[in-house]
């Protein structure tokens, strides 16, 4: 079975950058997988930043970025701001309509 | 604008089955697949499956083959997704989610909380 790794978190100060990886139990994310990216705060559902790899979501401010760094899928944030604080979460695209979701990576700002 | 309401928390037993709805508006029912996701509290989001409102084809997570039917009804533009032999295991949030052109989950529900307690 697929598992599709994050870090499970990271600290960043407030300006700061992160990036923050999505990575596969076996072989090498490309943009044939469709990386997407969603940032989710508690009690709230997930809310889409990234998709197709490196294309901001309607209203995704530009400080979030995404790409492909060696074999795994990146989300960077430029500039962490407070209310950046929250879990993301990766989704790839694993074809014949088969996805699979991250484990998670929770960022703290502080 | 797009807009995706479920139906309202449920609890249930172990061994009985859960059905939640999932209601569409504000863009053509049949041109987007819809996902199912759910969260077990305090843990990540889990990929269950995705159905094609246009033909009604569903394809499942191999945790969930054989546990999990998606279906939709075009009429009243409603989806729903049934999950069997509930367990402790399955209390989770359930969340139904419209694709996007580009493989992504671009338009969420709300969520629906699913309690299995005896």
């Known amino acids: 079975q697929t598992v599709v790794t994050q870090e499970p978190s990271f600290s960043v100060s407030p300006g700061g950058t992160v990036t923050l990886t999505c990575g596969l139990s076996s072989g090498s994310v490309s943009t044939s997988n469709y990386p997407s990216w969603y940032q989710q705060t508690p009690g709230q559902a997930p809310r889409t930043l990234i998709y197709s790899t490196n294309t901001r979501s309607s209203g995704v401010p530009d400080r979030f970025s995404g790409s492909i760094v060696g074999n795994k899928a990146a989300l960077t944030i430029t500039g962490a701001q407070a209310e950046d604080e929250s879990d993301y979460y990766c989704?790839?695209?694993?074809?014949?309509?088969?996805?699979?979701f991250g484990t998670g990576t929770m960022v703290t700002v502080l | 604008q797009v807009q995706l309401v479920q139906s309202g928390a449920e609890v249930k037993k172990p061994g009985a089955s859960v059905k939640v709805s999932c209601k569409a508006s504000?863009?053509?029912?049949?041109?987007?697949?819809v996902h199912w996701v759910r969260q077990a509290p305090g843990q990540g989001l889990e990929w269950m499956g995705i159905?094609?409102?246009?033909?009604?084809?569903?394809t499942y997570a191999q945790n969930f083959q054989g546990r999990a039917t998606m279906t939709r009804d075009t009429s009243t533009r409603t989806l729903y997704m049934e999950l069997s032999s509930l367990r402790s295991e399955d209390t989770a949030v359930y969340y139904c989610?419209?694709?996007?052109?580009?493989?992504?989950?671009?338009?969420w529900g709300q969520g629906t909380q699913v309690t299995v307690s005896s």
């Open positions: 989610a419209r694709e996007s052109p580009h493989h992504s989950l671009a338009h």
């Open positions: 504000g863009y053509a029912f049949s041109n987007y697949y």
């Open positions: 989704v790839l695209y694993m074809g014949s309509d088969i996805y699979v």
């Open positions: 159905i094609s409102p246009a033909g009604g084809r569903a």
